[in-house]
Nanobody, 125 residues
Framework: QVQLTESGGGLVQAGGSLRLSCAASGRTFTSYAMGWFRQAPGKEREFVAAITWSGFTTRYADSVKGRFTISRDKAKNTVYLQVNSLKPEDTAVYYC??????????????????WGQGTQVTVAS
């Protein structure tokens, strides 16, 4: 079992930045790829970004390319999502997820094995 805990969300003005964190605990000696997803009210959960266990490969949704950066610190068992140039349409609950396939950057939420509880990001216009 892996437990994931997100933090770092909040209320920001459009154009602002946040750094979201996802701390993993439990069987963290096992290698996992990690992803970030988000869900806005009344919408389906959507892919945001993913990173392989090695950290060498990343993938982003087109809507966040150039504004968001995913990274990981394996020593701290933590994955980060730096979110810059925020827009009101980025408002959502952001979730991190762990995938047993260490080499994947899957955008399919159904392939992820563990999920955090989410952190709210609200962008005011």
């Amino acid at each position: 079992q892996v437990q994931l805990t997100e933090s770092g969300g909040g209320l920001v003005q459009a154009g602002g930045s946040l750094r979201l964190s996802c701390a993993a605990s439990g069987r963290t000696f096992t290698s996992y790829a990690m992803g970030w997803f988000r869900q806005a009210p009344g919408k389906e959960r959507e892919f945001v970004a993913a990173i392989t266990w090695s950290g060498f490969t990343t993938r982003y949704a087109d809507s966040v390319k150039g504004r968001f950066t995913i990274s990981r610190d394996k020593a701290k068992n933590t994955v980060y999502l730096q979110v810059n140039s925020l827009k009101p349409e980025d408002t959502a609950v952001y979730y991190c997820a762990a995938n047993r396939d260490a080499h994947t950057t899957s955008a399919n939420s159904g392939t992820y094995d563990y999920w955090g509880q989410g952190t709210q990001v609200t962008v005011a216009s």
